[in-house]
T-cell receptor, first 116, second 116 residues
Framework: EAGVTQFPSHSVIEKGQTVTLRCDPI?????LYWYRRVMGKEIKFLLH????????ESGMPNNRFLAERTGGTYSTLKVQPAELEDSGVYFC??????????????FGQGTRLTVV | AQSVTQLDSQVPVFEEAPVELRCNYS??????LFWYVQYPNQGLQLLLK??????LVKGINGFEAEFNKSQTSFHLRKPSVHISDTAEYFC??????????????FGAGTRLAVHP
């Protein structure tokens, strides 16, 4: 069974440019999460999809970030325009059952974004 | 608000020595507790979790953790480490009971370096 897949693994862009990160969750997982780790600090929650709907987007830093999950399958996270402080590792995770803490969230390898 | 503190950013240890990685959390509600590991160039992998019941939790790769409610701690231990345990370890919490939701709050991580 394929795990959570993220593309690209690395991205280097200039300040002001646009970048789109993609996450393919495990097939059949309705729940999809985005997290971010900035500069070796703690990993912080960004948002949570249930199928195609945003369940919780309380962690999104500002309106330069746009997340979508068309058709409830893969998700994209667009940063437009990118700023230096957006650099970090963006993780995606998926899980099967909503509201069940005993359901494991599976994480992807992350996308390392560097804004120069 | 919930928060997680990992008291050591780096822990060097010799192979076959015991190790303890410390984690304290703050929360006004009951929580579920997790330890994740990130090996180089890989995603986050669940090591173990505490939901309820016995306060001593055993996980994969010989790791265990003990939930201490009075000290709000969830320290991770291994009696004898291997070179392959070199990785970054993350402690995380999520609201328990009425929460039961996979939105994780992470600590800043502890880099375990096992030396021969």
């Amino acid at each position: 069974e394929a795990g959570v897949t993220q593309f690209p693994s690395h991205s280097v862009i200039e300040k002001g440019q646009t970048v789109t990160l993609r996450c393919d969750p495990i097939s059949g997982h309705d729940n999809l999460y985005w997290y971010r780790r900035v500069m070796g600090k703690e990993i912080k929650f960004l948002l949570h999809f249930v199928k195609e709907s945003k369940q919780d987007e309380s962690g999104m830093p500002n309106n330069r970030f746009l997340a979508e999950r068309t058709g409830g399958t893969y998700s994209t996270l667009k940063v437009q325009p990118a700023e230096l402080e957006d650099s970090g590792v963006y993780f995606c995770a998926s899980s099967q059952d909503l509201g069940q803490a005993n359901t494991e969230a599976f994480f992807g390898q992350g996308t390392r974004l560097t804004v120069v | 608000a919930q928060s997680v503190t990992q008291l050591d950013s780096q822990v060097p240890v010799f192979e076959e020595a015991p190790v303890e990685l410390r984690c304290n959390y703050s929360s006004s509600v009951s929580v579920y507790l997790f330890w994740y590991v990130q090996y180089p160039n890989q995603g986050l992998q669940l090591l173990l979790k505490y939901l309820s019941g016995s306060t001593l939790v055993k996980g994969i790769n010989g790791f265990e953790a003990e939930f201490n409610k009075s000290q709000t701690s969830f320290h991770l231990r291994k009696p004898s480490v291997h070179i392959s345990d070199t990785a970054e370890y993350f402690c995380a919490v999520t609201p328990g009971a009425s929460g039961g939701y996979n939105k994780l709050i992470f600590g800043a991580g502890t880099r375990l370096a096992v030396h021969p």
